[in-house]
């Protein structure tokens, strides 16, 4: 019997990861992301064993399912958009300078926020031999939800935010999907 060879994607990097809410016609770039880490999330039962006077008769499996994932991304730094679709907030701006930001505000303590899910994609640059690249891996994950965030400061170093995120794929609805894009989006 022969052998195949099987396909092999280099990747490596954070290079770019996008974030778009159900319900808002904008996707926002984080090109200052430096890692995502990923837990997958999973339900199980335990096998069930029938033993009788030490021998083993028969079992039953135990079984995993998938529920969804929960993603640590880091960035490096504050992105108050991020923020907002994460737990929500108010943002207020410069009206003499709309790239301005004069203030970000979360929600009241005791507030209840209903935030629309989002999807985060994930970017990493695939490289050949010859360390040129020759395209980006896309990962999607759906359906996702942030945790209010807290800030850590240390001197003589930038902040770096870390965000937790979870993402809850819908009955019949992968858990994510990978893509082979020839180029990272525009960034407006």
């Known amino acids: 019997m022969a052998l195949k060879k099987v396909t092999e ?13 159900k319900d808002d016609a904008t996707e926002y770039a984080l090109d200052t992301a430096s ?11 335990d096998a069930v064993k029938l033993v009788v006077k030490g021998v083993l008769k028969a079992q039953k499996p135990k079984t995993a399912t998938l529920t969804g994932h929960k993603i640590k991304l880091k960035d490096n730094v504050f992105t108050p958009e991020l923020v907002k679709i994460l737990q929500g907030g108010t943002i207020t701006m410069d009206a003499g300078n709309p790239k301005k930001v004069l203030k ?10 209903k935030l629309p ?4 994609c994930a970017y ?20 996702c939800k942030g945790e209010p965030i807290s800030f850590n400061s240390e001197d003589g170093k930038f902040r770096t935010p870390e965000y937790t995120i979870y993402s809850a794929p819908d009955t019949g609805q992968a858990p994510y999907t990978i893509e082979f894009v020839d180029a990272l989006p525009q960034i407006s």
């Open 124 to 143: 990493s640059a695939i490289y050949n031999a010859a360390g040129q690249v020759t395209g980006y891996e896309k990962i999607s994950y759906p359906n």
């Open 104 to 113: 970000y505000e979360p929600p009241k303590v005791g507030e209840v926020v």
């Open 117 to 120: 899910p989002f999807t985060l």
């Open 35 to 45: 890692e995502i880490e990923t837990d997958t999330q999973i339900e199980e039962t």
């Open 9 to 21: 994607i280099p990747t490596i990097d954070v290079n770019l990861v996008t974030i778009k809410a």
